[in-house]
């Protein structure tokens, strides 16, 4: 079975523009959720989708927004890019929703924002 | 709101023998569930264990065992037989009931030859 795939896996940006990553979570899989891992504030949640709907958000502004497809696929979007919006942003896929579901993790995609 | 703390930034073991990785929490649920996530360097982050906070019974996974103590919300990671390919940064995860996982800072593990 493959994994689960991000891409692009690197993207530069400049400040002010937007963003968008995807997710492709392993067949079968519906649940994806968003981490963003920084050196400074480490791995924190962003949000996680469940059949087209977003079940849980993190504590992140408004600018970050996500939605899922009817397959499952998973995209982000960060609107009006800071500089300290600079991470590597992590997609999990699982089974279903639930902490009993294990969290498969993707590559990521490591975002600079210059 | 729940935090996770892992007071040791870096941590080093010999190979073939035993490391233990610390790990606390702060929570006021009485229902969760503790993870240990490896991210080698360049790639993707993986489960090792996992440990449901209703379970007395300290989960094992071969050489990776933990040792939970509610009481003092303290979830530790014990690996044995060390082997290279444990070289990591080992993080210790928190899922409350609104299933958002919190992660704590890392801990990075070399393994010396």
């Known amino acids: 079975k493959a994994g689960v795939t991000q891409t692009p896996r690197y993207l530069i940006k400049t400040r002010g523009q937007q963003v968008t990553l995807s997710c492709s979570p392993i067949s079968g899989h519906r649940s994806v959720s968003w981490y963003q891992q920084t050196p400074g504030q480490g791995l924190q949640f962003l949000f996680e989708y469940f059949s087209e709907t977003q079940r849980n958000k993190g504590n992140f502004p408004g600018r970050f927004s996500g939605r899922q497809f009817s397959n499952s696929r998973s995209e982000m979007n960060v609107s009006t890019l800071e500089l300290g919006d600079s991470a590597l942003y992590l997609c999990a896929s699982s089974f279903t929703t639930g902490r009993h579901n294990e969290q498969f993790f993707g590559p990521g995609t490591r975002l600079t924002v210059l | 709101a729940q935090t996770v703390t892992q007071s040791q930034p870096e941590m080093s073991v010999q190979e073939a023998e035993t490391v233990t990785l610390s790990c606390t929490y702060d929570t006021s649920e009485s229902d969760y569930y503790l993870f240990w996530y490896k991210q080698p360097p360049s790639r993707q982050m993986i489960l090792v264990i996992r440990?449901?906070?209703?379970?007395?019974q300290n989960a094992t996974e071969n050489r990776f065992s933990v040792n939970f103590q509610k009481a003092a919300k303290s979830f530790s990671l014990k690996i044995s037989d060390s082997q290279l390919g444990d070289a990591a940064m080992y993080f210790c995860?928190?899922?409350?009931?609104?299933?958002?996982?919190?992660f704590g800072a890392g801990t990075r593990l070399t393994v010396k030859p």
């Open positions: 995860a928190y899922e409350g009931r609104n299933n958002d996982m919190r």
């Open positions: 440990q449901e906070a209703y379970k007395q």
